[in-house]
Each structure stands twice: as structure tokens, then as C-alpha cells.
């Protein structure tokens, strides 16, 4: 009886998920159409009051995205008065939507890896996951991973998908 061989074991490849990087906290998006009078404007006065009786403490840890979904001309000074409240609390602050924090999120958490600890090496970018990872995320690795990894590959080490190779010198 011939012994089995794991040549994945052996290929020395390295494989990164990017699900590893997932933000487990809270998404929140918060709509300034709330604030809005009649749905179309934003009253100064009555806003400046609103951020002073409101509980920002109920932010706390999460991540939060602000944005406005009604047709509505918002002061630039209002979405900066939200982040000032919400800063204390929130785990991180975003303009836009959820896809955008979600990108927000990825892209802080690929930012404090060393990329140059991947110089020379065989990468499989792990393509499934149980959370849906943007595919901002895998365009940003892929670029940071590309000037060290001697190979990126997508998909799963027993079956992948070449997608750069470092041309021989």
C-alpha cells in the first residue's frame, strides 16, 4: 500500500483569507433624513439641538456610516458635526454607505499587515468565505501583495486560479 502524498502541504504555499480580517462589530447606518425638516431641509438650530439631547453612548463600538437618502441639499458642516459626536463612540466613522464602511473596515485592517513578509512566497487568496468580503478587498491585497509574492493565486490551495507570477530576472 503506497503512502498518500498531500502535495498541497508540500507546494509551500501560503494561503490568506480575507475573512480572517472581518470587523466583527456592529454596522450602523445612520440617515440624516431624520433630521430633516419636512423632508427637505436641515434647520441649523433644531440640528445643533438634536446633537446635544441625543445618546451617542448608544454608538459605542460600533461602526457607523452617514449618509442622507432623501433628495436634500446637506451642509458639508453636518456630517462633520455627526462625526464629532460620534467619534467618542464609534468604533470607526464613514461617509457614505454600508458598502462603503465595509470597504473602510477591510481597508484598515489589510493596512497593518506586512506585506514584505510575503517576498518570494507562493500566495492563494482564499475565495470563500462565510462572510461577503468586498471586492475591493481582494483588488487592495492583490496590489500590496503583488511588488513581494512570487506567485498570487485565487481560489483554494487543492484548486486555484494562477493570477500573477514574478517574471524571472
Same mark, same amino acid.
Given at each position: 500500500?503506497?503512502?498518500?502524498?498531500?502535495?498541497?502541504?508540500?507546494?509551500?504555499?501560503?494561503?490568506?483569507?480575507?475573512?480572517?480580517?472581518?470587523?466583527?462589530?456592529?454596522?450602523?447606518?445612520?440617515?440624516?433624513?431624520?433630521?430633516?425638516?419636512?423632508?427637505?431641509?436641515?434647520?441649523?438650530?433644531?440640528?445643533?439641538?438634536?446633537?446635544?439631547?441625543?445618546?451617542?453612548?448608544?454608538?459605542?463600538?460600533?461602526?457607523?456610516?452617514?449618509?442622507?437618502?432623501?433628495?436634500?441639499?446637506? =451642509? !458639508?458642516? %453636518? $456630517?462633520?458635526?455627526?462625526?464629532?459626536? +460620534?467619534? &467618542? @463612540?464609534?468604533?470607526? #466613522?464613514? /461617509? *457614505?454607505?454600508?458598502?462603503?464602511?465595509?470597504?473602510?473596515?477591510?481597508?484598515?485592517?489589510?493596512?497593518?499587515?506586512?506585506?514584505?513578509?510575503?517576498?518570494?512566497?507562493?500566495?492563494?487568496?482564499?475565495?470563500?468565505?462565510?462572510?461577503?468580503? =468586498? !471586492?475591493? %478587498? $481582494?483588488?487592495?491585497?492583490?496590489?500590496? +501583495?503583488? &511588488? @513581494?509574492?512570487?506567485? #498570487?493565486? /485565487? *481560489?483554494?490551495?487543492?484548486?486555484?486560479?494562477?493570477?500573477?507570477?514574478?517574471?524571472?530576472?
Amino acid at each position: 500500500m503506497e503512502d498518500i502524498i498531500n502535495r498541497v502541504a508540500k507546494s509551500g504555499l501560503i494561503s490568506l483569507d480575507l475573512e480572517d480580517f472581518y470587523h466583527t462589530g456592529e454596522r450602523v447606518l445612520y440617515d440624516l433624513k431624520d433630521n430633516l425638516f419636512m423632508g427637505l431641509i436641515l434647520k441649523e438650530k433644531d440640528f445643533r439641538e438634536f446633537l446635544k439631547s441625543h445618546d451617542w453612548t448608544n454608538y459605542k463600538g460600533k461602526n457607523v456610516a452617514i449618509t442622507c437618502t432623501e433628495d436634500a441639499v446637506i =451642509p !458639508t458642516w %453636518a $456630517y462633520m458635526l455627526l462625526a464629532i459626536q +460620534l467619534e &467618542p @463612540y464609534a468604533n470607526l #466613522i464613514v /461617509f *457614505g454607505n454600508l458598502q462603503d464602511l465595509e470597504q473602510k473596515l477591510y481597508d484598515e485592517a489589510l493596512s497593518k499587515i506586512n506585506f514584505e513578509s510575503f517576498s518570494g512566497a507562493k500566495v492563494v487568496v482564499k475565495g470563500c468565505s462565510k462572510v461577503a468580503v =468586498p !471586492t475591493t %478587498a $481582494y483588488v487592495e491585497v492583490t496590489r500590496r +501583495l503583488r &511588488p @513581494y509574492a512570487q506567485s #498570487i493565486m /485565487f *481560489g483554494e490551495p487543492c484548486s486555484t486560479v494562477p493570477l500573477y507570477k514574478k517574471p524571472k530576472e
